[in-house]
């Protein structure tokens, strides 16, 4: 067994901001396992939630240092890597666990969600797309561009704004309008999400709440900061949820199995990004354990490229509200492979992931790991 761990830059046609920053180019890694003629291919990066964060380098040299072979390891048997891949920290995982599942499932000559009894007519589902914060023509001309690349009708506005809940409010009600607009214009059924990127507190989202239920907010996502410590975190979502009246999603707060069962009574969905889960075996348990618990799923994403938003879509058939946008908004995505009808994504058709990367980007040299 050979592992390959490459880096490659993904560039943003438009640079996003949300509360904590903006972002107009990353470097992700692409994680190759070579076994017996056949490879498996996976995506990782660095990325933060505010609360903990991680570096891409700091990632492949994670990757880097595994052991050679790792340990004998047989592909064919995924089980088999769970200690090895517990010892990683959740983006190494990612990028592993995706490529050792890629493997798995070509080995098998079936895409990944048909081995797991997933059903793919049930997962075609409109992605929301991203506006995020700015100016309101800024935020307004970037809906515009969305809608000449595609028919969105999920929209997700970025607010938490540096510049106040006068700022939000303005946006809220410019967007609000836009969608109204379009609505008598094209007949087009509109639904506009929020996701404050834990830029409120409990306070100024009360205050904001009139405002969201004037606009039609079909749901709010993490309006708190996440807090280290698990109980305050918890306590937060616990004193709002009473008096939000549209699904409240926790995302920066989630980020595994245990998140998940802390947060259940207190929330109405989570956000399932691989990168945070530590990838796709962990993403398939929360998914289902969600659902059991009777939340709701989003699938998320960071600056991701195709792969790992491939990846996150074998999980469609279970989820509600996907959120996989960010290929859709880059100049250099070098995969091919995840299916997107207007703005309907369904899981990929190909064997393993079902996604490729195109020839042209693998021209650099890969450090390799055997
Ligand atoms: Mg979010």
Same mark, same amino acid.
């Given at each position: 067994?050979?592992?390959?761990?490459?880096?490659?830059?993904?560039?943003?046609?438009?640079?996003?901001?949300i509360s904590?920053?903006?972002?107009?180019?990353?470097?992700?890694?692409?994680?190759?396992?070579?076994?017996?003629?056949?490879?498996?291919?996976?995506?990782?990066?660095? /990325? =933060?939630?505010?609360?903990? $964060?991680?570096?891409?380098? @700091?990632?492949?040299?994670?990757?880097? &240092? #595994?052991?050679?072979?790792?340990?004998?390891?047989?592909?064919?048997?995924?089980?088999? /890597? =769970?200690?090895?891949?517990? $010892?990683?920290?959740?983006? @190494?995982?990612?990028?592993?666990?995706? &490529? #050792?599942?890629?493997?798995?499932?070509?080995?098998?000559?079936?895409?990944?969600?048909?081995?797991?009894?997933?059903?793919?007519?049930?997962?075609?589902? @409109?992605?929301s797309?991203t506006l995020g914060l700015g100016t309101v023509g800024a935020v307004l001309?970037r809906l515009?561009?969305?809608?000449?690349?595609?028919?969105?009708?999920r929209i997700k506005l970025k607010l938490g704004s540096s510049d106040g809940p006068g700022h939000d409010r303005l946006l809220l009600h410019a967007v609000a309008g836009a969608l109204e607009r379009r609505r008598?214009?094209?007949?087009?059924?509109l639904e506009l999400q929020v996701d404050a990127n834990g830029g409120w507190t409990v306070e100024s989202t009360l205050r904001l709440m009139p405002d969201l239920v004037r606009c039609g907010v079909s749901l709010l996502e993490q309006p708190l900061p996440?807090?280290?410590?698990?109980?305050?975190?918890?306590?937060g979502f616990?004193a709002l949820h009473p008096q939000c009246p549209m699904p409240l999603v926790?995302?920066?707060?989630?980020?595994?199995?245990?998140?998940?069962?802390?947060?259940?009574?207190?929330?109405d969905?989570?956000?399932?990004?691989?990168?945070?889960?530590?990838?796709?075996?962990?993403?398939?348990?929360?998914?289902?354990?969600?659902?059991?618990?009777?939340?709701?799923?989003?699938?998320?994403?960071?600056?991701?490229?195709?792969?790992?938003?491939?990846?996150?879509?074998?999980?469609?058939?279970?989820?509600?509200?996907?959120?996989?946008?960010?290929?859709?908004?880059?100049?250099?995505?070098?995969?091919?492979?995840?299916?997107?009808?207007?703005?309907?994504?369904?899981?990929?058709?190909?064997?393993?992931?079902?996604?490729?990367?195109?020839?042209?980007?693998?021209?650099?040299?890969?450090?390799?790991?055997?």
């Amino acid at each position: 067994m050979l592992i390959r761990i490459r880096p490659f830059r993904l560039t943003k046609a438009v640079p996003l901001a949300i509360s904590r920053g903006t972002t107009s180019a990353v470097t992700h890694l692409e994680v190759r396992l070579d076994h017996e003629g056949l490879v498996g291919i996976g995506e990782t990066g660095g /990325f =933060e939630t505010g609360h903990r $964060g991680y570096e891409t380098d @700091a990632v492949a040299a994670e990757l880097k &240092a #595994l052991p050679p072979d790792l340990g004998g390891l047989d592909p064919r048997m995924p089980q088999a /890597f =769970e200690s090895l891949l517990a $010892g990683l920290s959740p983006p @190494a995982r990612c990028g592993l666990d995706l &490529a #050792l599942l890629d493997w798995w499932a070509r080995w098998l000559n079936r895409p990944l969600w048909q081995l797991w009894g997933l059903q793919s007519e049930t997962g075609q589902l @409109a992605t929301s797309v991203t506006l995020g914060l700015g100016t309101v023509g800024a935020v307004l001309s970037r809906l515009e561009r969305w809608w000449t690349q595609l028919p969105a009708s999920r929209i997700k506005l970025k607010l938490g704004s540096s510049d106040g809940p006068g700022h939000d409010r303005l946006l809220l009600h410019a967007v609000a309008g836009a969608l109204e607009r379009r609505r008598e214009e094209h007949g087009q059924p509109l639904e506009l999400q929020v996701d404050a990127n834990g830029g409120w507190t409990v306070e100024s989202t009360l205050r904001l709440m009139p405002d969201l239920v004037r606009c039609g907010v079909s749901l709010l996502e993490q309006p708190l900061p996440p807090d280290p410590d698990p109980r305050h975190d918890s306590a937060g979502f616990a004193a709002l949820h009473p008096q939000c009246p549209m699904p409240l999603v926790a995302d920066e707060s989630c980020w595994d199995l245990e998140d998940l069962l802390r947060l259940a009574p207190h929330v109405d969905g989570i956000n399932i990004k691989l990168l945070k889960s530590g990838g796709l075996s962990e993403g398939l348990l929360m998914a289902r354990t969600a659902r059991r618990l009777g939340l709701s799923v989003m699938l998320g994403c960071y600056s991701d490229g195709g792969l790992l938003n491939g990846a996150a879509a074998q999980l469609l058939p279970l989820a509600r509200w996907p959120d996989l946008d960010s290929h859709l908004n880059l100049l250099d995505d070098p995969f091919r492979g995840l299916p997107l009808q207007g703005d309907r994504l369904s899981p990929p058709h190909g064997i393993g992931l079902g996604i490729t990367m195109d020839s042209r980007t693998r021209d650099e040299p890969a450090d390799a790991r055997s």
